[in-house]
Nanobody, 121 residues
Framework: VQLVESGGGLVQPGGSLRLSCAAS????????MSWYRQAPGKGRELVAV????????NYAESVRGRFTISRDNAENTVYLQMNSLKAEDTAAYYC???????????????WGQGTQVTVSS
């Protein structure tokens, strides 16, 4: 199983970045996909989630209206479009894949290695 993030970097406040997460080694379309982030000295927080079919998403209040999560099940890839970036968006961003059993317990849970996003002038 691999989740490989890319697209991070240094951007000025107000700018945009698009993160990608390429998945392999599991049935991508069977997994809910999420982006988390972790800033220095803070815990990991959920940024956005998109369910298996891609027809339902949810966002942290701090990014709603600025970030958009999407997925391409044919390409086994999930994206995070980040617009109007702020200094407080600076963090390592992690891709997560999660599958649940029939009782809604987590059956499989995979993480990528992370990609750094730095918002600074």
């Amino acid at each position: 199983v691999q989740l490989v993030e890319s697209g991070g970097g240094l951007v000025q406040p107000g700018g945009s970045l698009r993160l990608s997460c390429a998945a392999s080694g599991f049935t991508f379309s069977s997994y809910d996909m999420s982006w988390y982030r972790q800033a220095p000295g803070k815990g990991r927080e959920l940024v956005a989630v998109i369910i298996r079919a891609g027809d339902s998403t949810n966002y942290a209040e701090s990014v709603r209206g600025r970030f958009t999560i999407s997925r391409d099940n044919a390409e086994n890839t999930v994206y995070l479009q980040m617009n109007s970036l702020k200094a407080e968006d600076t963090a390592a961003y992690y891709c997560n894949a999660r599958r649940y059993d029939s009782k809604n317990n987590v059956r499989n849970n995979y993480w990528g290695q992370g990609t750094q996003v730095t918002v600074s002038s």
